[in-house]
């Protein structure tokens, strides 16, 4: 059985920063692409940053682009996401997924986390 946890959400002031770290089980974790998809109150689920199993491609948001970085560690089997520079705006829940796809990972992956809360207060 698949499963991604994610950890290490929280309540911080807007320009901190916040890490991100999602463990995994349940799968070959250097066959997988991760990714890190959020949904803010009232709104869709947006995609954030995904990253390839070689490490050797990132994608992210524009939202996020500068202000976010993606890794992963294949020895950990844990995919990470560090914030830094947030905004109130970035407040959501932020998923943890995974998928064989570089491009599906990014749009619908297969598998989700079940999301660590993310607040920025102003």
């Known amino acids: 059985q698949v499963q991604l946890v994610e950890s290490g959400g929280g309540l911080v002031q807007a320009g901190a920063s916040l890490n991100l770290s999602c463990e995994t089980s349940?799968?070959?974790?250097?066959?997988?692409?991760f990714g890190w998809f959020r949904q803010a109150p009232g709104k869709e689920r947006e995609f954030v940053a995904a990253i390839d199993w070689k490490k050797s491609e990132t994608s992210y948001s524009d939202s996020a682009k500068g202000r976010f970085t993606i890794s992963r560690d294949n020895t950990e089997k844990t995919a990470y996401l560090r914030m830094s520079s947030l905004k109130t705006e970035d407040t959501a829940v932020y998923y943890c997924t995974s998928d064989k796809s570089f491009s599906t990972i990014q749009t619908s992956p297969t598998y989700w986390g079940q999301g660590t809360q993310v607040t920025v207060s102003s």
């Open positions: 349940g799968i070959t974790f250097h066959y997988y692409h």
